[in-house]
């Protein structure tokens, strides 16, 4: 879909792209953490049924073995304060390595 004017410097168009799938889950991912509400949201962005959704976000799921979370409890101070826990995720690197030719 274009829209097209005239102007002293001539004809302008403007392109109008609608979202992507993958675009609408992103923007939902970033909206909510829930995954029943992301689905929600991506759905309504872009309008098309939420079953379609649902299986577009199981094949963007990133893999489980990809992130190691370890979580530290460290004791109490005193006892007016609570033990404190730390929660650590690392998630591995997309790196693209580049190919040369030879």
């Known amino acids: 879909m274009s829209t097209t004017w ?3 410097y001539g004809t302008r168009r403007v392109r ?12 939902a991912q970033d909206l909510t953490d829930d995954p029943a509400a992301q ?5 309504g962005l872009i309008g098309v049924p939420v079953d379609e ?3 577009e976000m199981q094949k963007l799921a990133p ?5 190691r979370t370890v979580t530290i409890t460290a004791p109490a101070r005193d006892k007016d304060h609570a033990p404190r826990t730390v929660i650590v995720e690392r998630k591995s690197s997309r790196r693209v390595i580049a190919r040369t030719k030879i």
């Open 16 to 27: 109008h792209d609608p979202p992507t799938l993958s675009e609408a889950i992103a923007a």
């Open 53 to 55: 959704v649902k299986l």
């Open 6 to 8: 005239n102007t002293k």
């Open 63 to 67: 893999d489980r073995r990809l992130t």
């Open 39 to 43: 689905v929600e949201i991506a759905a």
